[in-house]
Structure formats: structure tokens, C-alpha cells
């Protein structure tokens, strides 16, 4: 048996440190056997085990035993719920997922019940009933949902029933069939090889175009009906959004990046590019990154880091009080990062660690005077890029930078800690902090590839308009 380490939960690092046994270091039939003997044995809290039964297969975060069973538990880098405010709506994936175990754990006679949990970025633990209707206008319970997919799956692994790939920057990724999928969808042209263009998006164009190509040579007149379009679900703005990147990815070679409005990005005597690494599982803190740099001058680029060596609370409040420190004492630098996570996390510690800091600290630091969030106020808000994602790994290896480490990701980075506190290795923690510094770099490259690009606006008809290469260059000047 692998030996039992401590597990925070609920955001409570304090007062809930609960024992766990972690099998993630096994791989398949030996997972699976360990899980089911730690099962055996009622180990109170199991992570990433492995369980399978029929033609059912299932590796959930947690298993957690409630006295007369054991309910399945995953852990989410987002919201247990849907919407910005979780208003209490269950997230359909996550159902699914966890309906899948959940079945598994009947079918073996283990479950305490028809229902299952998400820890969540918020250190909320968000349960999902699955006997409860999935919403006022949807009275199918979610159990009823997974079992509808759960023999469509059959079907579909049977040859009985065939679907049709779609694209999804984030999801895809994950998936063992990326390549071969990406790769087919690659051969058709897919729609949704378009950023921000999903599968019902695609579902709803392809009844007019089958492929990028197709979309990009219309003129877009036989679907606009005034100020709006026939397309249900498709708006005339949100229709010429993406009949433009059509356009701009169709041109191949020759496409190049450009502003749909211009940006206001001046320069600053100091500019900070911020980056955090989390472990979610321990629902711990562990890196702050910044890279700094004066005068817009890359020479001058220095690499500032709070790590917080144990996953511990400790650790974790030292660490987070020196990033704030470093914060306060460049007050009068411009702040980039890139998505809302940095803040989401920082307004999260502050509520745990209310010494450190106030929320008006927070505040401050994240105002749209002090800091700017190249994903949402910039890129989504004012760019066009012929890649087929918008994610931060995407659009600097456009713009020509490369991470050190081969396979670069905050997944590997989780797993890294990991082994950096059982080792105590040297050379792990430095990778982890190379790949964070390059993030912070990354976001760097970003920000000055932004400022280069020049701008185009749509005509007021339905034709809208792409620059191909005028005035625009890839440069190494930028890393």
C-alpha cells in the first residue's frame, strides 16, 4: 500500500486536514487492484484511483467513504457551477463525468448513493444530486441524461451510431485522441477549427457551409435579414465576427494577425508579467512568478519568484505575503496577466489569509489603472490571430517564443510539486519554476506582439476585410 498523506479540503486548510492514500503514481490493472484494496480496507479518502466493471471505466479524482458506501469526487480548475455568480446550476460535463463513476460504483455495489461532488477553484465542495431535474424547463433528472449517453457511447463503440468531431481549445487538449481527432477535423476544413466557433455554432452553419474555405468566399447577403440573420442562435455582429477569421485563416501563409479596434497599451517605466501556479488537490498556492522589466527594454528582464516549498498554510502565507509585498512596492508598474485567474486566486487567499492583506489591496491591485488582463480586456475584446485557439501557449508560439520544456503545461506543473515534495529534488522545483518564468515571458511576447499589430475595421456591410502581410512581421526582437 502506498502511504497516507495529508489532504486539505473545502479551502479550510487549518481545520480539515484529512488522511488520503494517493495512487497516482500507478497505471491501469495495478491501479485498479490497489483502489479496490484500499476500498476493502475503508480507506476514508482515495486519490486518483481506478475502478471498472462491464464495459464501464472510470478514474475519478476522490472516492471518499460516507459509512456505507463511497461517493466519487473530481477536482476542477473552474467553477463547480455554471454561470459567473454559480447561481446553482450543475455543469452537464461535469453530471456526466461523475454520473460515469457513480455507476461504476453501483454496478460494483460500493456506492452510498446517487450522487457525487466537485471541488471546485473556490475550495467549494458543490454536490450533485442526480435524482433532481437538471432545471425548471428541463425535467429529465441527470441520471436519465447519462444514461441516454451512456448508450449512445455503446452504440457508437458498437458501430451502431457514428458522431462528428468538433474542436474545443481547452477540453481537446486533455483528450488521448487530440492528435488523430485534430487531425481528421484538420482534413475536413472543420468550422470549429475557428476560435469561438463551438459544435452547435458549426451544427447551425453547416446547413449553408461545409467547410472554413466555404464560409470565408460567402458574401454572407442571403443570411442577414435586416439587422439580424435567419440563423437561430447566430447574431449579425457575432455571424461577421466569424466570417472574418474564416477569412483570415483561409488565407493560409499569407494571413497575419491584426486589431479590430485600437488598443490603448502605453508604455510603462515598469512593466510586471505575473503568472501563479496552483495545486488544486491540496487546494494549495505554491508559485508566484513575476518577470519584470524596465524601459521596454528585454535586457533588463529579471525573474522574481515566491515559492512555497511544502504544501503547507504556512508556506503557502509566506509566500502569498512576499508576492503582495513585491505588489505594493511596485505600485506605479503596469501589471499583465493573462485570463482572470491570477485574480480569482489572490481574492481567494486574501479571504484566507485576511492578515496579509485587505480586499482593497486586491483591488487595487487588479484595477483596470493598475493591471490588465491580455485575455479578456485585449485579445477576445480587440484581436484576430489565424491559430485555432486563443490560449496563451498558442499565440506566443505564433509570435515565435518556445517554452524550454517539451511538454509545458499547469498540469505537469501540479505534478512536478508533487514530486518536488516528496523529493525535495533540485532540479524539479527548477523546472518548475523555468516553466513559470516562461510563462511570465510568454505574456511578455504577447504584450509586444500586441502593440505591432495594425489595425482593421469591418465595413459596414456584411464584407469584412483581413490584412494579409502589410506591415506586419514575426521577429525575433520580441523574445
Not at 454561470?83 to 453530471?95: E, F, M, P, R, T
Not at 457514428?162 to 474542436?167: I, K, V
Request: net charge negative; with cysteine; charged share 25%.
Amino acid at each position: 500500500m502506498n502511504r497516507m498523506s495529508s489532504f486539505s479540503c473545502s479551502g479550510k486548510k487549518a481545520h480539515c486536514l484529512n488522511p488520503f492514500l494517493d495512487l497516482s503514481r500507478y497505471r491501469g490493472e495495478e491501479k485498479e487492484s490497489r483502489t479496490r484494496e484500499a476500498i476493502e480496507q475503508h480507506v476514508p479518502l482515495i486519490y486518483s484511483g481506478r475502478l471498472s466493471i462491464d464495459n464501464l471505466l472510470g478514474e475519478p479524482d476522490l472516492l471518499r467513504w460516507e459509512g456505507t458506501g463511497y461517493v466519487a469526487g473530481d477536482i476542477k480548475s473552474g467553477s463547480g457551477e455554471e454561470g459567473n455568480d454559480d447561481q446553482g446550476k450543475l455543469k452537464k460535463s461535469y453530471a456526466l463525468q461523475l454520473s460515469l463513476y457513480t455507476d461504476i460504483l453501483e454496478r460494483l455495489d460500493l456506492s452510498s448513493g446517487r450522487w457525487a461532488f466537485i471541488w471546485d477553484i473556490h475550495g467549494k465542495e458543490v454536490r450533485y444530486d442526480f435524482s433532481l431535474p437538471q432545471g425548471p424547463r428541463t425535467p429529465q433528472n441527470w441520471w436519465d441524461l447519462y444514461d441516454t449517453y451512456r448508450v449512445r457511447a455503446t452504440d457508437i463503440l458498437e458501430k451502431t451510431h457514428s458522431t462528428r468531431a468538433a474542436y474545443s481549445s481547452g477540453i481537446c487538449k486533455l483528450c488521448q485522441w487530440y492528435k488523430p481527432c485534430l487531425l481528421d477535423l484538420q482534413g475536413q476544413h472543420d468550422l470549429t477549427l475557428l476560435p469561438e466557433l463551438g459544435r452547435s455554432k458549426r451544427d447551425a452553419l453547416c446547413a449553408y457551409f461545409s467547410t472554413i474555405q466555404e464560409f470565408a468566399r460567402s458574401t454572407l447577403d442571403t443570411l442577414v435579414d435586416g439587422k439580424k440573420t435567419i440563423i437561430p442562435g447566430l447574431g449579425l455582429a457575432t455571424l461577421q465576427k466569424l466570417h472574418a477569421r474564416a477569412q483570415l485563416v483561409s488565407a493560409g501563409d499569407q494571413a497575419r494577425p491584426y486589431l479590430r479596434k485600437a488598443v490603448d497599451l502605453p508604455p510603462h517605466d515598469v512593466e510586471v508579467f505575473f503568472d501563479i501556479e496552483v495545486d488544486p488537490l491540496r487546494d494549495h498556492t505554491y508559485l508566484h512568478g513575476f518577470v519584470e522589466r524596465h524601459n521596454q527594454d528585454i535586457t533588463t528582464e529579471r525573474y522574481i519568484t515566491f515559492f512555497a516549498d511544502q504544501p503547507t498554510a504556512v508556506a503557502e502565507r509566506t509566500a502569498f505575503a512576499q508576492a503582495i509585498a513585491y505588489l505594493q512596492k511596485h505600485a506605479n508598474s503596469k501589471v499583465y496577466y493573462y485570463s482572470k485567474y491570477e485574480r480569482t486566486i489572490y481574492r481567494k487567499l486574501q479571504t484566507t489569509y485576511p492578515d496579509v492583506c485587505s480586499v482593497d489591496d486586491i483591488e487595487a491591485i487588479f484595477s483596470p489603472k493598475r493591471a490588465i488582463d491580455l485575455y479578456f480586456d485585449v485579445v477576445l475584446k480587440a484581436t484576430e490571430w489565424p491559430t485555432r485557439d486563443y490560449s496563451l501557449k498558442t499565440l506566443a508560439k505564433y509570435l515565435g517564443f518556445l517554452w524550454r520544456d517539451t511538454h509545458p503545461s499547469g498540469a505537469a506543473s501540479i505534478e512536478w510539486f508533487h514530486r518536488w515534495v516528496e523529493s525535495a529534488d533540485p532540479t524539479i522545483k527548477q523546472r518548475i519554476l523555468d516553466y513559470n518564468e516562461d510563462d511570465c515571458i510568454a505574456t511578455r511576447v504577447l504584450l509586444d506582439g500586441i502593440r505591432r499589430l495594425p489595425v482593421h475595421w469591418a465595413s459596414p456591410s456584411c464584407q469584412t476585410t483581413h490584412p494579409l502581410n502589410e506591415n506586419f512581421a514575426l521577429s525575433t526582437s520580441f523574445i
